[in-house]
């Protein structure tokens, strides 16, 4: 697998380190048998701990190591001498990585702090020496405890984009256009659907201050839910977002239905989580700039309000026909609107 790949789900095999052996000695004194217990206790085995780097944006490094281990606490030796604990062992993960437990399917934590950590295998506790079962009946005790293994478990983990927008829709509509145009990402552009084969997030400056995380999410199709074409795969980055923008392809076939396209991807939307069809949508109709993409927009407005109007904006969160904005991603025309709709969703969002 080549680098720079897009992975957004890996599984590993976590374990902590074994706790080092307890320690039978006694020292030399004179009238206390065998010179008294002197035996040291092991050390404690080191964790395995989880640790969010902002600097990472994929999950790739699991498909080359899959098996991490921390390192065994040293054992106890005479004179008391406690062993040193094992080395934990700190794994690098992306921002916004969820950790369950591949077998139960447990929630162990979602890291979404810069530097956060979670421990998810805890290192065994060093035996004791018999320094420890001394007692007045046994004062020379030759027992000592073996070190306790350390957690064992294999994790999967789940990458879910940290965004503030989303940008969802048919393939090629030009979503990877607009992310372009807004930011300074540079996401792959064709004039063929499927595009678009991972997310790519920007940073998009609000004019008079201020700036927001957009996300470009691959095409969805209708069954994207159950799994069919290629978007399906990345509805869990949506779940994220506070914001949808929702884009329309005004370009798109003349026989292609862009009312029918706009219900559709809502009710994908539902499908995969019900909460999302609920969140606050900026309706963009890109493409504006071709010929007689001005007509199809106007009978694109007509429609989802008399929609809305029909049935109060439910199905889908159906926008009422100022809510439609036009843009071109190409020419820049209407973008400005865009991002001045977005940021002030994203204001009362935070706000409520």
């Not at 591949?102 to 060093?126: Q, S």
């Not at 239905?257 to 009710?267: H, P, V």
């Not at 989802?304 to 904006?313: E, I, N, P, S």
Request: charged fraction near 25%; include cysteine; charge should be neutral.
């Amino acid at each position: 697998m080549p680098d720079g790949v897009f992975v957004d789900e890996a599984r590993i095999y976590v374990e902590g380190g074994a706790g080092g052996n307890g320690c039978v000695a006694f020292r030399r004194e004179k009238y206390v048998p065998r010179g008294g217990p002197a035996g040291g206790d092991g050390g404690r085995g080191g964790d395995v701990r989880l640790r969010a780097d902002p600097g990472l944006s994929t999950l790739l490094d699991f498909h080359y190591r899959r098996h991490f281990r921390a390192g065994r606490g040293e054992h106890g030796s005479g004179g008391n001498r406690t062993g040193a604990d094992g080395e934990d062992v700190v794994i690098p993960v992306p921002l916004g990585t969820v950790v369950r437990d591949d077998e139960t399917g447990e929630l162990l934590g979602d890291l979404v702090e810069p530097y956060a950590e979670l421990v998810v295998a805890r290192g065994g506790r060093g035996g004791w020496g018999n320094a420890r079962f001394a007692s007045p009946r046994n004062r020379a005790p030759r027992r000592a405890e073996p070190g306790k293994p350390g957690e064992a478990r294999r994790l999967r983990l789940e990458l879910k984009l940290l965004a503030d927008a989303g940008l969802v829709g048919m393939p090629n509509a030009g979503k990877s256009s607009i992310l372009a145009r807004v930011s300074a990402a540079r996401p792959r552009i064709a004039d063929y659907p499927f595009t678009t084969l991972e997310p790519s997030l920007g940073v998009v400056a609000v004019p008079g201050g201020g700036s927001f995380v957009m996300a470009d999410i691959p095409g969805l199709i209708e069954g994207a839910h159950e799994g069919k074409g290629l978007g399906h795969r990345f509805l869990r980055h949506i779940e994220r977002t506070r914001v949808l923008v929702h884009v329309l392809d005004l370009g798109a076939p003349g026989d292609r239905d862009l009312y029918r396209d706009y219900i559709t991807i809502n009710r994908e939307l539902e499908q995969h989580h019900p909460d999302l069809v609920q969140r606050p949508q900026v309706v963009v109709a890109n493409k504006v700039d071709l010929p007689g993409a001005r007509e199809r927009l106007r009978d694109l407005r007509v429609r989802l309000a008399d929609a809305g109007r029909a049935d109060g904006g439910a199905d889908g969160g159906l926008a009422g026909g100022d809510a439609v904005l036009a843009v071109s991603a190409l020419t820049g025309e209407g973008i400005t609107d865009m991002i001045l709709a977005v940021a002030r969703l994203l204001a009362e969002s935070r706000r409520a």
